[in-house]
């Protein structure tokens, strides 16, 4: 079945506030990515992180990796109108060349 | 920046057509790829390209076919376009089996 599997798949919340996405994987990964895409548009890559990486940041940013769990997490935090976007994570399995996105978190934020 | 570029954003064909998806990067990278996107599916891979006339099978190949006769061009061929083609079309590009991938803006193909 389809790796990478975001939860939820819709999040509304006040802009300010903090935004939690989080991500599901079955198998060994050699890296998990997390991108964004505005309506209508494609991709845009926000942070890869590798499986011997547990945390990263880049600016109101931060993903946990827990490779125990076959887990990811996405925190976008003091959330802006502007953030309101469809957020995808992406597994790129051990020994495979692939890499398989989910079906994304609709993200809106309220101004 | 990478840049990768669509040849259109939005294109209408009848059912029967032969439709063909350019996609060009700019950055010199290895490997190409085309996704279609459905609400509620994601992305599926429908090819990829690791080099110059080299494709491999996504998940999802069936009535599509690719051309990658130069590394910066990879084309998306649908041999005879039917209704259920109807979708958004991405390619990307990356550097390496374990890089990031970069993104074209789409085509939105409808298919009548």
């Known amino acids: 079945s389809q790796q990478g599997e975001e939860d939820p798949q819709a999040l509304s919340i006040q802009e300010g506030e903090n935004a939690t996405m989080n991500c599901s994987y079955k198998?060994?990964?050699?890296?998990l990515q997390w991108y964004r895409q505005n309506s209508g548009r494609g991709l845009v890559h926000l942070i890869l992180i590798r499986s011997n990486e547990r945390e990263k940041h880049s600016g109101r940013l931060r993903v946990t990796l827990d490779t125990s769990k076959k887990s990811s997490s996405l925190l976008i935090t003091a959330s802006r109108a502007a953030d309101t976007a469809s957020y995808f994570c992406?597994?790129?399995?051990?020994?495979?060349?692939?890499?398989?996105f989910g079906a994304g978190t609709r993200l809106f934020v309220k101004a | 920046d990478v840049k990768v570029t669509q040849s259109s954003r939005y294109l209408v064909k009848r059912t029967g057509e032969k439709v063909f998806l350019e996609c060009v990067q700019d950055?010199?990278?290895?490997?190409m790829f085309w996704y279609r996107q459905d609400p509620g599916l994601g992305l599926r891979l429908i090819y990829f390209?690791?080099?110059?006339?080299?494709?491999e099978k996504g998940d999802i190949p069936e009535g599509y076919s690719v051309s990658r006769e130069k590394k910066e061009r990879f084309s998306l061929i649908l041999e005879s376009a039917s209704t259920n083609q109807t979708s958004m079309y991405l390619c990307a590009s990356s550097l390496s089996d374990t890089d990031t991938q970069y993104f074209g803006p789409g085509t939105r193909l409808t298919v009548l």
């Open positions: 992406a597994v790129q399995n051990t020994g495979g060349f692939k890499t398989i």
């Open positions: 390209s690791y080099d110059v006339k080299m494709k």
């Open positions: 950055m010199d990278h290895e490997n």
């Open positions: 198998t060994s990964i050699n890296n």
